[in-house]
């Protein structure tokens, strides 16, 4: 007979972080990891069961397992009182297979690790260009607007095939997009640029160029709609998450001065420091799937229409699987970390983020040795919203004599 205690009682954790600790997830949501790995969230009388999720073990599982459907329409929002609408056309991240199959197999063989891998080239001459205008600028700047958001913005325009002349532009939009600050200017921006995009790809139909989004419009079965949906999904995947993950990640390294001396003395570090970064930080915190059949999670019993939330975050720092997981150690074998998710699901984009941070963190603290930031850590503007992409909203640095 088994020991194991469940609380039986709905949880409604606080998803803040500790203003102290501002890489760690939640402590209440840590806390309840230790206690109890799969938890019952409160939600309204009548609502199905809704599922907070934190360990690694569960976590993965979920992500893997097809009993649980990433299609938005399965799932009920605790936030929001109610089932979300199905994903927009395009949506790789609210499918199930096979539509999920059929298009995502259009997109594999297009973000190889060769492939990527050949884009360093250019990932290191934008890299370089942000860096002249940085110093050109001088100190004091702001690491988000000249060097976190510009890099993967470039690449996407590099990658999309966007006109050289709407490149201003587009990087104006995208800022705005990536900007939390009024969510009706930052969501008018997105819909301008979806619809920038959808005109885009369906004029590579009739004329393509040498780009990815020319290569799905003439190379497969898509459809209007579901082209100009996936050049919106590769937009929006691609900046916010690689954008946050630079600066965040320029943050925790100047938060920890013993593991940036050991990534500035040692450049071949980068691609392990690169995956412990991804581990620590775990940017993409929160996630959700919906039931489709009854199963057993983490010994408790699931039913068809309920909900996980799950806890990336969490899961990244369970000692059940990391030691002393709470510790930035660039020299860890981070290898598992579920930052860029699991199973058929996994983001499409990973080689390329990697590449943009394997060549970005080295270049930056390289150029700039004395980097700092120029106010005191407890006023970086922290992203507090838990269902948005975590990060800081911009990043004082300044650099030269002390």
């Known amino acids: 007979m088994s020991n194991t205690y469940y609380r039986e009682e709905p949880v409604a954790p606080s998803l803040d972080r500790a203003p102290a600790c501002p890489f760690d997830p939640a402590p209440e949501v840590t806390a309840l990891r230790a206690e109890q790995p799969v938890v019952r969230l409160a939600a309204p009388e009548g609502a199905p069961g809704v599922w907070l999720v934190t360990g690694y073990g569960p976590v993965r599982q979920i992500l893997a397992d ?12 605790p936030s929001m009182g109610g089932q979300l609408p199905p994903a927009p056309v395009g949506d790789l991240t609210g499918m199930d297979a096979p539509e999920h199959t059929r298009i995502r197999k259009l997109l594999t063989g297009k973000f190889t690790v060769r492939r990527m891998n050949l884009l360093t080239e250019r990932v290191t001459e934008i890299t370089r260009e942000r860096l002249d205008a940085m110093e050109r600028q001088g100190p004091p700047a702001d690491l988000v607007e000249v060097f976190a958001q510009p890099i993967p913005a470039l690449m996407i325009c590099e990658l999309l095939g966007v006109p050289y002349e709407d490149r201003e532009r587009f990087q104006g939009r995208a800022r705005t997009v990536t900007d939390p600050g009024d969510p009706e200017v930052q969501y008018a921006a997105f819909m301008e640029l979806g619809a920038y995009l ?42 916010d998450t690689t954008a946050n993950m630079l600066a965040l990640g320029t943050f925790a390294l100047l938060r920890d001065p013993a593991q940036l001396a050991a990534l500035r003395d040692d450049p071949g570090l980068a691609a392990g420091a690169v995956e412990e970064l991804l581990r620590y930080l775990s940017i993409a915190a929160l996630g959700m799937r919906g039931v489709l059949e009854d199963v057993e999670l983490g010994g408790r019993q699931l039913k068809a229409g309920d909900t996980v939330v799950i806890a990336v975050n969490a899961a ?10 709470d510790v930035l150690d660039l020299r860890r074998s981070a290898a598992g970390h579920l930052a860029f998710g699991h199973g058929i699901h996994q983001c499409l984009g990973q080689q390329l983020a990697r590449v943009e941070m394997r060549v970005a963190f080295p270049a930056l603290f390289t150029r700039f040795p004395a980097l700092r930031l120029a106010v005191p850590a407890e006023e970086v503007p922290l992203r507090t919203d838990p269902v948005q992409i975590y990060g800081v909203r911009s990043l004082p640095v300044t650099w030269g004599p002390m």
């Open 66 to 77: 097809p009993r649980f459907s990433s299609r938005y329409e399965t799932q009920y929002h």
């Open 198 to 239: 959808r005109d885009l790809a369906l004029a590579k139909r009739a004329e393509p160029t040498d780009d990815l989004l020319s290569d799905l419009a003439t190379g497969g079965d898509l459809t209007d709609d579901e082209l100009g949906g996936v050049a919106a999904l590769l937009f929006g995947a691609g900046l």
């Open 316 to 325: 990244n720092r369970d000692p059940a699987r990391f030691s002393d997981p």
